[in-house]
Each structure stands twice: as structure tokens, then as C-alpha cells.
């Protein structure tokens, strides 16, 4: 039945929605527009914000976050390289209790790079873990001059132990296919098989990107990247033959996800990102054949060649500990743990991984 009362309200209403809604649609931001506009450039803090010009607040803008074009340093020659002591009093016997799973006893490890400095301590951590060695170097004279210190301080730090680790010295061109295999074929014919690999031959320089010397970004590209893909597939073929699981730790740096200042090294950074995904990549593609594959990128580590850069560039050295958590460079032996750790059934469950051994660099 039609409803008189409730018609005229709903024509009531009808009639009223109008003002209702011009209402509602008036500018609610009126006093902001009428506010007088401010000066980003005299504000002290628009001033910074991108609102402003470039320097409006200060001439700190960007100071910690740019490179320095200046600092050019270039890898030294064999015959101008620091000598890498042997660590001291880290190995030995102990009666502290630890996990079985660390133990790399009868196992067969080859460090490239292992002739000095953060190769030649992560090797000293594998023979103080119960591994035989073989260290792979360009200088093989210097190989066989590290592999008798290595034996002479794994004896003074184990009194009485008649059976000692098996260390040999390799020369090899990283970056040489042929090279690579011939070594292998040495390694497997001192030591007749290899369980445990670490890509440990690297190096970096300085230079902006523009005035890089091009065969040089070359050469490091080829002992960074090529090195550590000849060595790695090389290894792992081996272990394919002998259907036997195994174990490979490419050396990395944090330089890898980020970007160093002051010094400006570009290539090498591309050079170390390459690496940490060439492991994840490998670390899949051998998953089924029992092969794994991780990474760590170390970031400042006070090696004789980073004592030798701080000699003679002391401003150096307060720009990267400013930059570190912690407030300190690390030191090669803290590498020993970690090394160890990935090589061993310890870390059983991990591949792919990346271990960043930074004082926390990376995370701030």
C-alpha cells in the first residue's frame, strides 16, 4: 500500500543531498594553501632534503658515502709482496669438549691462493682440524716455502704426534684451464683424492673506474671469476667420478654486496658479487650429486698485503673502522672457525649460503 508519510520524507531527503554534498567537497586544505611558501635553502632542515640545492647543508653532504679518485692502489708484484706469517699458538692439542661434526680428519683439502695471507691461515685452520693439505699458488716457491712453516709449527704445537698432515705445494694459473688441470692432476697424484676445496685466490686494486687499465680489470677478473669456476667445476668433476660428496668454500668479500669507500674498486666489487652467486648457483645445480657449495666474504682483514696498504695510506685506516660496527678490522685467524665450520658435517644442512665475516659492516 502506498505510504504518503514515507514518500514526502524520501523526497525530503532527496531534496537536501545536495547541500549536503557541496558540503562535503569543500577544500579541507586551504590554510596549507595560503601558508606562506618556505625556503628549503634556509631551512636547517628542509635544507636536508632533496627539496634543496646540492651543498645547501653543508659541505658534509655525502662525505662517508662517495669514492675518492684519488686513492689509487695497485696489487704489488711477487717480488714486493709481505710475507704472511704462520698464526701462532692456535692449534695443538686441547681438552676443551667440542662437536665431533668439526673434525676434518682423513679428509683432503686444497686451498688456492694458499701460499699467503688469508689462504695461508684458512689452510693452517684445516690442518689443525685434522685435514692433509694442498696449497695451489702462481708462486710455487713461496707454496713450498709456507707448507714447510706449516709442518715445523703444526709439530712445535703437537709434541709427540708421529703421524703429521700431508702438506703439499702446486703451482698453478688459476686462470689457465690447462694450468688448473694440471694441477688437479698433481694434487690427485700426491694425495690421491680430493674432498674439501677453497677458492682463496684473489686480489684487489684501486683505481676509479674510468682510468682502470683495462688488461689489468682483465687479469683480476680472470683469477676472481675464472679462477674460481675452473677450480670449482674441476673439483667437482673429480668428486662426480668417484661418486663422493665433497665439499667447496669460495672466498668471497663483502665488497660483494656492498660498495667500499673511499677507495674506488668497481671491477673488483663486480668481480666478488659474481663469486657469492656463482656458489649459489653451483651449490643447486650440484645439490643431487651431494656437493656443496657456500661462500664467505670476509670484509677488512689485516693480512701483511692490508698492513702494507695502511703504511702507506694511514688515513685509510680510521675512514673503514668508522664504517664498522664493531670498530675493528678482523684478523685472518678469524677465519679459521668459519672455514672449518662449512667444510665440515657441522654444516651438513647448509649450501648456497653466504657467511659474512664483516664486524658487522654490512647489516648498518
Not at 22 to 49: G, M, Q, V, W, Y
Not at 100 to 109: P, Y
Not at 349 to 361: H, K, P, S
Amino acid at each position: 500500500m502506498f505510504n504518503r508519510t514515507v514518500a514526502r520524507s524520501a523526497i525530503k531527503a532527496i531534496n537536501t543531498r545536495p547541500a549536503l554534498y557541496a558540503a562535503s567537497t569543500r577544500p579541507f586544505s586551504l590554510t596549507a594553501i595560503r601558508a606562506k611558501k618556505e625556503d628549503p635553502n634556509k631551512d636547517p632542515i628542509l635544507a636536508a632534503t632533496d627539496r634543496a640545492e646540492k651543498g645547501a647543508s653543508g659541505e658534509h653532504e655525502g662525505e662517508f658515502a662517495r669514492t675518492d679518485d684519488s686513492v689509487q692502489i695497485q696489487y704489488p708484484p711477487d717480488s714486493q709482496y709481505p710475507a704472511q706469517p704462520v698464526v701462532q699458538g692456535r692449534g695443538g692439542m686441547h681438552f676443551k669438549r667440542t662437536l665431533a661434526q668439526f673434525s676434518l680428519e682423513n679428509k683432503v683439502s686444497v686451498v688456492t691462493g694458499g701460499a699467503r695471507g688469508l689462504g695461508l691461515v684458512m689452510g693452517q685452520g684445516l690442518i689443525a682440524s685434522g685435514s692433509d693439505l694442498a696449497i695451489v699458488d702462481l708462486n710455487k716457491t713461496e707454496a713450498e716455502e709456507s707448507a714447510h712453516k706449516l709442518i715445523e709449527q703444526f709439530r712445535i704445537e703437537n709434541p709427540g704426534l708421529e703421524q703429521l698432515p700431508q702438506i703439499t705445494a702446486h703451482y698453478a694459473d688459476v686462470a689457465n684451464p690447462e694450468s688448473v688441470d694440471s694441477a688437479l692432476a698433481a694434487i690427485l697424484a700426491k694425495h690421491g683424492r680430493i674432498d674439501n676445496l677453497v677458492t682463496s685466490a684473489g686480489f684487489t686494486e684501486n683505481f676509479d673506474a674510468i682510468s682502470y687499465p683495462f688488461e689489468r680489470m682483465q687479469k683480476l677478473w680472470g683469477v676472481n671469476v675464472d679462477g674460481t669456476y675452473l677450480f670449482a667445476t674441476g673439483v667437482a668433476k673429480h668428486l662426480m667420478e668417484r661418486n663422493a660428496g665433497g665439499n667447496i668454500v669460495m672466498i668471497g668479500s663483502m665488497s660483494g654486496a656492498i660498495v667500499n669507500v673511499p677507495q674506488p674498486q668497481a671491477p673488483y666489487n663486480a668481480a666478488k658479487a659474481a663469486v657469492r652467486h656463482l656458489a649459489a648457483s653451483l651449490a643447486v645445480e650440484w645439490a643431487g650429486k651431494d656437493i656443496r657449495v657456500n661462500c664467505i666474504s670476509p670484509g677488512y682483514m689485516l693480512t701483511a698485503l692490508t698492513r702494507k696498504i695502511l703504511d702507506e695510506n694511514p688515513e685509510l685506516r680510521d675512514k673503514w673502522t668508522s664504517l664498522i660496527p664493531v670498530g675493528k678490522m678482523g684478523t685472518p685467524e678469524d677465519l679459521m672457525g668459519a672455514v672449518t665450520f662449512l667444510l665440515s658435517d657441522a654444516s651438513k644442512y647448509i649450501t648456497g649460503a653466504e657467511l659474512r665475516v664483516d664486524g658487522g659492516y654490512t647489516v648498518t
